[in-house]
């Protein structure tokens, strides 16, 4: 997958979509989630992923970032404006699919439901069935516009959920667990729609999962998230993997081609470094095993 070269770091001004800076919430029964250690940053066309345990306010972050809570510490900015005060000035630039689908679903057929907010906004009946069935098309589930949501399967609810996030061709997509009950085509085909919404229309997309193999496929840069919510490591997929460890003392299970070659690694030295790919790794272990063979 090509990868962006920007330095998500470092871009600010215009190019900066979501900040997030020092967040604290305290829930009704005491727990704390403080957003902390690191700023949370996503620019313009990036793919960011959020990892964590259970626990670690992973969705905490999304509900701030889509104005669901308001900051009780701290600063959180969305295309330059506070979210929980001012959503209706952004809310047409963001999509969003949350973990439960089932709560996104509401119309009595899927084409309706994905035409919801193009009818809300203003769109004639024709142009808001036109945009539906473009959103369906892109998600090759055209053929289930008639049906109803709650009779589909978990899959299917989650791509229809995810053609009504896009029907408005948002400019920030955010995404909580997007490849739960995903069959390995239809995650293969998600990834590879991220990927050209992101290179082809500069959409930015925040994506929390479980799903680490998904990271290297997915992301340009990625959080790790440790319980409490403090903001415990940040990097490229390549920079996250080559310590697996320090993966491992967050509660995240490294990928296991990071943890096979973190071990490689710790027998010998010359071992190459991580690879994120079977084909890198392939590639990378040939290389070395041709470096380790006495020459003839």
Same mark, same amino acid.
């Given at each position: 997958?090509?990868?962006?070269?920007?330095?998500? =770091?470092?871009?600010?001004?215009?190019?900066? $979509?979501?900040?997030?800076?020092?967040?604290?919430?305290?829930?009704?029964? =005491?727990?704390?989630?403080?957003?902390?250690?690191?700023?949370?940053?996503?620019?313009? =066309? *990036?793919?960011?992923?959020?990892?964590?345990?259970?626990?670690?306010?992973?969705?905490?972050?999304?509900?701030?970032?889509?104005?669901?809570?308001?900051?009780?510490?701290?600063?959180?900015?969305?295309?330059?404006?506070?979210?929980?005060?001012?959503?209706?000035?952004?809310?047409?630039?963001?999509? $969003?699919?949350?973990?439960?689908?089932?709560?996104?679903?509401?119309?009595?057929?899927?084409?309706?439901?994905?035409?919801?907010?193009?009818?809300?906004?203003?769109?004639?009946?024709?142009?808001?069935?036109?945009? *539906?069935?473009?959103?369906?098309?892109?998600?090759?589930?055209?053929?289930?516009?008639?049906?109803?949501?709650?009779?589909?399967?978990?899959?299917?609810?989650?791509?229809?959920?995810?053609?009504?996030?896009?029907?408005?061709?948002?400019?920030?997509?955010?995404?909580?667990?997007?490849?739960?009950?995903?069959?390995?085509?239809?995650?293969?085909?998600?990834?590879?729609?991220?990927?050209?919404?992101?290179?082809?229309?500069?959409?930015?997309?925040?994506?929390?999962?479980?799903?680490?193999?998904? $990271?290297?496929?997915?992301?340009?840069?990625?959080? $790790?998230?440790?319980?409490?919510?403090?903001?415990?490591?940040? =990097?490229?997929?390549?920079?996250?993997?080559?310590?697996?460890?320090?993966?491992?003392?967050?509660?995240?299970?490294?990928?296991?081609?990071?943890?096979?070659?973190?071990?490689?690694?710790?027998?010998?030295?010359? *071992?190459?470094?991580? *690879?994120?790919?079977?084909?890198?790794?392939?590639?990378?272990?040939?290389?070395?095993?041709?470096?380790?063979?006495?020459?003839?």
């Amino acid at each position: 997958m090509n990868r962006h070269t920007h330095d998500h =770091g470092r871009l600010a001004g215009a190019d900066e $979509v979501i900040r997030i800076s020092c967040v604290r919430h305290t829930y009704e029964d =005491g727990t704390s989630v403080h957003l902390c250690g690191l700023d949370f940053l996503a620019h313009i =066309g *990036a793919r960011v992923a959020v990892l964590g345990p259970n626990g670690s306010g992973k969705t905490t972050m999304l509900y701030h970032i889509l104005g669901l809570m308001r900051p009780q510490e701290g600063v959180v900015t969305v295309f330059g404006v506070s979210p929980s005060e001012e959503w209706t000035r952004i809310r047409q630039r963001i999509g $969003v699919v949350l973990q439960n689908v089932d709560e996104q679903l509401l119309a009595p057929t899927v084409i309706d439901d994905v035409a919801f907010s193009p009818r809300q906004y203003g769109m004639s009946e024709a142009d808001a069935l036109a945009a *539906a069935h473009r959103a369906l098309d892109l998600l090759g589930i055209d053929h289930l516009a008639d049906r109803v949501p709650h009779n589909l399967s978990g899959g299917e609810k989650r791509k229809v959920a995810l053609a009504g996030a896009l029907v408005m061709e948002p400019d920030l997509l955010v995404l909580d667990e997007p490849f739960e009950g995903l069959d390995p085509e239809s995650r293969a085909g998600l990834l590879g729609l991220m990927d050209r919404l992101a290179m082809e229309r500069g959409v930015t997309i925040v994506m929390s999962t479980h799903d680490i193999d998904s $990271v290297p496929e997915f992301a340009d840069y990625a959080y $790790v998230l440790a319980p409490g919510g403090r903001i415990a490591l940040a =990097g490229t997929p390549e920079e996250l993997f080559a310590n697996a460890d320090a993966l491992t003392e967050g509660n995240v299970n490294p990928p296991i081609l990071a943890e096979l070659f973190a071990r490689l690694r710790e027998r010998d030295s010359t *071992a190459p470094r991580p *690879a994120l790919s079977v084909a890198e790794a392939v590639d990378a272990l040939a290389g070395w095993k041709g470096c380790q063979e006495p020459q003839a």
